[in-house]
């Protein structure tokens, strides 16, 4: 009755805690499609990149045309007579395809009767004005052509064109050239060097300027007299390839990625596997259904930019959770055979699949409290049994083992070349000792670690609470009391199957209390053996677990230590675990937090516990961390981060490979000397322009697997349900 008295209570004051709503509507979200070539088409020169009216896409390559198709490029043989011509350069009017090739300009609209026979020694690049006005440019030579016969023509000596742009605004041709930019008036056909200079590159009009890319950073032209406005060298890479306006969006390639200027003057970076097949832009081009092709040296990215709610990308990652991320229950990650191919995925033990399962747990637990979905508590169900197998598989009375997996099978190796060699170095280099069960079948992983206590007793804690059938609610009961006891019967220790303790289970007041003040352990770990002795009292009543932490706080000072503000976690020179601030440590303490003020004796205890919580939180809150974030609302913060919260589930990436991304060379943004919480920048960088990490992986910015590895989606599951079970965030609505 106590459970289910408390379980309505909690739901009743949750529901009240957010202050502030994010009212979930459709907003755009990017990803990206990559095409790679076809291994018929290897060594092929890219060079081309652009879509027509019909939404085709078509890539000009030192090989004739090019089609996206199924992730490859491949021959492009839809009109066979293109098929025969050697195609120079590609364009478009009116948004249909036009071709140059050394004696032609054609296009296969308009019934075909678009036509010049240019008669130029060697052209290479034409823009089509108003009303099918043409201008050829090669070297030294260019030719205006109108009515399909050639109206003007001019040989410029040392002109080498690189791109013509008809600006329909100023009645004028701009073309770009090597050395400098030059104008053709119309009608008066004046053809005119405008601008002097040299390293250049690439060029669009945007927002009434004329914008020059060169080999060190862009020049903004005034639109009218050509005067320099602006030379800007503050890009992600300065080395740039391709500039276009797409829709009144400025985009830039570069030798490293591809940039889109957003309203702010911050830039919208897409480097990396994650968004290109390789960094080396060749082209950009607006493409079909609201997207934008990035042609680079090794293939064709599409980036998609479509409405899509945050509810709807949960469900896309649920799927992707149950479809390729569930062993035995467990969240498990997806290592890969082959560079960022699914299909070549296997599923391998990790030390904290504990830790990972509780969050996943937590998010079907919330998904449940909201939408009381069958498949979420189904779902909930399985990943509890697969935590209680962990609780009890060691058959040490109350010790979770880290994994377990079939014998011969554990350390993600089995028939891709286990040996018990192998698992003895493993062993030997991170203590990690497989110990076979009792029915000889399975085995489990040894020295468990708090991190995984900490993902039992918040996931058992919250079971307890939102599981709907009293039968379930029971056994999570029963496992927090049997973990409970452990450490206390082990002197506050997790003691192994050797006897002893494990590396770091500790929470001994003679471990705890050996740091100084300043060491972040000794808080810790005071919050959470009062957490989990909070736990076990409130779901069982039993005055032990209250009387042994009354002993700790009044005797050994664990109130102290758990209630100091965060602020005092410094480097203490010549201490262990002080070289810099633990993000992992963050993740067990938020973890813990609605257990240690929630759970609280007293009203009193309570409001000192809150008042610590929040302490770490504002040290958190520069990262924008939905997590964090909801974790303080839940237990009763007010002031939570909603902004930084929903920027980062929208920026939070599509792709889940773990890609090497990298972000050391960027030149628009100002990097921080070293420090104690290691933050690298002023201000966190997009989800989506890092490395992909978890939620203990705070300013990574460089780093990766190597395409290797496919991430488990409760990174994002957790935090969006946690935000809809405390009312931060809104059911989906209507646009």
């Known amino acids: 009755m106590k459970i289910i008295l408390f379980l309505l209570g909690s739901m009743i004051s949750l529901s009240a805690l957010a202050q502030k709503q994010y009212r979930d509507v459709p907003y755009i979200q990017h990803y990206a499609e990559k095409f790679i070539l076809s291994d018929d088409l290897t060594g092929t020169d890219l060079l081309q990149v652009a879509s027509d009216r019909n939404r085709k896409v078509e890539v000009l390559s030192d090989k004739g045309l090019l089609q996206p198709w199924d992730k490859k490029l491949t021959k492009d043989g839809y009109y066979r007579p293109l098929g025969d011509m050697k195609l120079l350069t590609t364009g478009k009017y009116e948004d249909q395809f036009v071709y140059l090739t050394p004696d032609e300009l054609l296009s296969n609209a308009w019934a075909g009767t678009f036509y010049i026979k240019h008669g130029m020694s060697h052209p290479e690049l034409f823009v089509v004005g108003h009303n099918f006005t043409t201008l050829i440019a090669g070297k030294d030579e260019i030719a205006l052509f109108q009515d399909k016969k050639k109206a003007w023509s001019d040989t410029p000596g040392d002109f080498e064109p690189l791109k013509m742009i008809f600006d329909m605004q100023g009645k004028r041709f701009l073309v770009l050239a090597k050395n400098g930019l030059y104008e053709l008036k119309c009608p008066d056909k004046k053809f005119t060097k405008v601008y002097d200079a040299t390293g250049l590159t690439a060029m669009a009009l945007y927002d009434g300027k004329i914008v020059v890319g060169t080999n060190d950073g862009v020049v903004y032209l005034n639109g009218k007299d050509y005067s320099v406005e602006k030379t800007d060298k503050k890009l992600p890479w300065t080395e740039i390839t391709s500039l276009e306006n797409i829709k009144g969006e400025l985009w830039f390639g570069s030798t490293k990625g591809a940039f889109k200027l957003r309203k702010d003057g911050k830039y919208d970076y897409y480097a990396s596997e994650r968004w290109l097949t390789d960094d080396d832009v060749k082209n950009i081009a607006e493409g079909p259904d609201n997207s934008v092709l990035v042609l680079t040296r090794t ?27 569930i062993r035995y229950g467990l969240t498990s990650d997806l290592a890969l055979r082959k560079k960022g191919d699914v299909s070549t995925g296997y599923y391998h033990d990790t030390d904290n699949d504990g830790l990972w399962t509780s969050m996943y747990l937590a998010s079907e637990l919330f998904r449940y409290a909201v939408t009381k979905s069958d498949d979420a508590k189904q779902n909930a169900y399985e990943a509890f049994e697969a935590m209680e197998r962990l609780a009890t ?7 979770p083992a880290r994994s377990f997996e079939r014998d011969g099978y554990e350390v993600g190796q089995g028939s891709n070349g286990f040996s018990e060699e192998w698992r003895k170095e493993y062993e030997k280099k991170y203590g990690r000792i497989w110990r076979l069960a009792d029915d000889s079948v399975w085995r489990w992983k040894s020295q468990t670690s708090s991190d995984e206590s900490c993902g039992h007793f918040f996931a058992f804690a919250l079971f307890a609470e939102l599981a709907p059938d009293q039968e379930w609610r029971d056994r999570a009961v029963d496992l927090i009391r049997q973990e409970m006891d452990h450490i206390m019967e082990h002197d506050w220790y997790l003691v192994d199957w050797n006897g002893k303790p494990t590396a770091w289970g500790r929470w001994n007041p003679k471990y705890v209390n050996s740091f100084p003040i300043n060491v972040g352990d000794r808080r810790l770990n005071s919050t959470l053996v009062l957490a989990f002795l909070q736990t076990a009292y409130h779901f069982t009543g039993d005055e032990k677990y209250k009387k042994a932490a009354m002993k700790l706080i009044k005797k050994y000072g664990y109130d102290e230590n758990a209630n100091r503000p965060a602020s005092v ?13 633990n ?21 009193e205890q309570e409001e000192k516990h809150f008042a610590a919580v929040q302490s770490h939180w504002k040290m958190e809150l520069s990262e924008k961390n939905p997590l964090w974030n909801f974790f303080y609302a839940m237990v009763g913060g007010k002031d939570y981060d909603l902004d930084g919260s929903i920027w980062w589930l929208q920026r939070f990436p599509m792709d889940l490979i773990g890609w090497n991304v990298t972000n050391k060379h960027r030149k628009d943004i100002t990097r921080l000397p070293p420090n104690f919480r290691n933050q690298k920048y002023p201000e966190v960088l997009p989800p989506d322009e890092c490395p992909l990490h978890l939620h203990n992986g705070a300013y990574i910015v460089d780093g990766g697997n190597d395409g290797m590895r496919e991430y488990a989606p409760y990174i994002y599951l957790m935090p969006y349900w946690m935000g809809r079970y405390v009312g931060a965030i809104s059911a989906p609505q209507a646009e």
């Open 299 to 325: 293939g064709l990215s599409r980036i998609d930019f479509v409405p899509m709610a945050l509810a709807d990308k949960a469900e896309y990652f649920e799927k992707i959770q149950r479809k390729r991320h």
């Open 393 to 399: 598989i060691a058959n040490l009375n109350g010790f």
């Open 569 to 581: 976690i410094r480097h203490v020179e010549g201490e262990p675990l002080s070289d810099g601030w």
């Open 583 to 603: 993000h992992s440590d963050d993740e067990m303490y938020f973890l813990t937090a609605p257990a240690f003020v929630r759970y609280s004796f007293t009203k």
